[in-house]
Nanobody, 127 residues
Framework: QVQLVESGGGLAQTGGSLRLSCAAA????????VAWFRQAPGKERELVAA????????SHAGSVKGRFTISRDNAKNTVYLIMNQLKPEDTAVYYC????????????????????WGQGTQVTVTA
């Protein structure tokens, strides 16, 4: 059982930055591709970024491309989401999720592939 714990959320001003962390407890994260999702009130959950288990392959949603960067440090068992140039529309609860990955270059875009989820961390961006 992989337990994921997100941290780093909080309040930021438009144009500001935050770094979210997703730490795994009880199990190494290496066999898993990891993604960040977000859900704003009244909206559907959306995938923000995904990263392969090696960290060599990543993908970012169009709405955050060029502003957010997903990365991972397997030695620290942690995945990060660096968020720059924040906008009010980035306000949401952010979740990290892990999916068993058959090879080092795989990541998934569908939430259904992810077996383990964190509890979420709130990000609020003020105008």
């Amino acid at each position: 059982q992989v337990q994921l714990v997100e941290s780093g959320g909080g309040l930021a001003q438009t144009g500001g930055s935050l770094r979210l962390s997703c730490a795994a407890a009880g199990h190494t994260l290496y066999p898993y591709s990891v993604a960040w999702f977000r859900q704003a009130p009244g909206k559907e959950r959306e995938l923000v970024a995904a990263i392969s288990r090696s960290g060599g392959d990543t993908s970012h949603a169009g709405s955050v491309k060029g502003r957010f960067t997903i990365s991972r440090d397997n030695a620290k068992n942690t995945v990060y989401l660096i968020m720059n140039q924040l906008k009010p529309e980035d306000t949401a609860v952010y979740y990290c999720a892990a999916a068993p990955s058959p090879n080092t270059g795989t990541y998934y875009w569908n939430a259904e592939n992810y077996d383990y989820w964190g509890q979420g961390t709130q990000v609020t961006v003020t105008a």
